[in-house]
């Protein structure tokens, strides 16, 4: 047994005790074709989370953390003398318009308040003014705030005016169901320590094979993340062009296992209750969210910090990650708060849990409870 802490911040998440002890393997070289064949098989799980066609779509593993497909899809999707339109109402999309402006590809950063959902007009616009738009792209879940954006919607005017449309599903992909064709996206993509709720160092990305095949010819602008380059090599040999995360790959097999055990929507309807858990224990306590609840996206909660001179976040912080709950700050700048959020191996009890120890925390500091607002 391993002990057992209940993250609360947005991934790394908890996992299960099966899939940490999933790691412990005889050593093998993932040279080996048994290990090329695990991959294989876990390609194909994860194009049935997002309920794509085979023929159609595929996945494609990189080792990395979260970001590196965001990286990898921008900077080898884009042909040249296109244009990428970044619709931006978040961290995650900032840090795309970021990519975009190292790997000098010309973009268009939109950018929109972070506690609002993008002006589908003002997209619409930028979408007719500029007819070299190749790629939109725009983040599911703001993991930074917790605000859901409207992909479907987003990416029907992609394709009204000939544009493909990556999604950064990192925080949502394996929890809030997708349906790639429904919801017209034609890249999406995760990390294995998230929704699936694996380990860290797999990242993948599921997306249109033909756009793949087409981006060949494309301006090279990276070595190691070219998205054709790994395509092609997994095509070819059942690799990665490059050393996998091997102990990872089998955390993910025996997660992906879990994933379809629990099934889409009976795992929807736990992060469904762990996040109304969440928001119980805060209105009890007198918190005030930073996004509209209509807004949210149901996987994570940004609460405001209370105007109380005692509030400090790290000693809250620092009791309840001695007693197993960790609690992470906040993603906006100049606005204090701290998120909750309902990702990974979690049900409500432990929310329960976290609260007794949550609320000790705010006493043992002096902060009252209810927590105060000064009016504005
Ligand atoms: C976690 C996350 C990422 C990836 O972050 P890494 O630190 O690279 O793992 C990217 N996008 C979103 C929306 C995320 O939540």
């Known amino acids: 047994m391993v002990k057992r802490n209940v993250l609360l911040n947005p991934g790394p998440s908890t996992t299960t ?7 412990i393997v005889p050593d093998i070289c993932p040279r080996e074709k048994e ?3 695990l991959m294989k098989g876990l390609r194909a799980d994860l ?3 997002v309920h794509a066609n085979a023929e159609k ?4 593993l990189f080792c990395g953390s979260g970001t590196i497909n965001i990286d990898v899809c921008l900077n080898s999707l884009l042909p040249a003398d296109k244009k990428v339109l970044v619709v931006d109402n978040g961290a995650y999309s900032a840090r795309a318009a970021e990519i975009c402006k190292y790997y000098g590809l010309p973009h268009i950063d939109l950018k929109f308040s972070v506690n609002s959902r993008p002006d589908l007009a003002a997209v619409e616009r930028a979408l007719k003014d500029n007819p070299d738009v190749y790629i939109v792209h725009t983040t599911h879940n703001e993991t930074g705030t917790g605000l859901l954006n409207p992909i479907r919607e987003i990416g029907a ?4 005016y000939g544009a493909i449309f990556t999604v950064d599903t990192t925080s949502s992909l394996a929890m809030i169901p997708i349906d790639i064709e429904k919801d017209n996206i034609d890249f999406c993509m995760a990390s294995a320590q998230k929704g699936i709720m694996a380990m860290t160092g797999l990242s ?3 997306g249109n094979r033909a756009e793949i095949e087409k981006s060949k010819d494309y301006p090279k602008r990276s070595y190691y993340c070219n998205l054709f380059r790994q395509f092609d090599y997994f095509e070819k040999t059942g690799e990665m062009n490059f050393t996998p995360p091997v102990q990872t790959v089998y955390a993910t ?3 992906l296992k879990e994933y379809y055990a629990e099934g889409e929507t009976a795992k929807w309807a736990r992060h469904t209750r762990v996040f109304n858990a969440i928001h119980e224990g805060l209105d009890k306590l007198g918190f005030k969210d930073f996004i509209p609840r209509e807004m949210q996206s149901g996987l994570v909660v940004a609460a405001l910090y209370p105007d109380d001179d005692n509030w400090d976040f790290m000693k809250v912080h620092d009791y309840c990650y001695e007693r197993g709950f960790t609690i992470y700050p906040g993603k906006v700048e100049k606005k204090g708060m701290f998120r909750l959020c309902a990702l990974g191996a979690i049900d409500v009890q432990d929310i329960k849990d976290f609260f007794k120890v949550f609320e000790e925390a705010l006493k043992v500091n002096g902060i009252k409870i209810p927590v105060v607002y000064k009016e504005n």
């Open 253 to 255: 097999i025996q997660a």
């Open 17 to 23: 005790d099966t899939v940490k002890m999933a790691q």
């Open 57 to 60: 779509y595929t996945s494609v």
């Open 204 to 206: 993948f990305i599921i």
């Open 157 to 160: 005017l992609a394709h009204k």
């Open 35 to 37: 290990f090329a064949d």
């Open 47 to 49: 194009l049935g989370i």
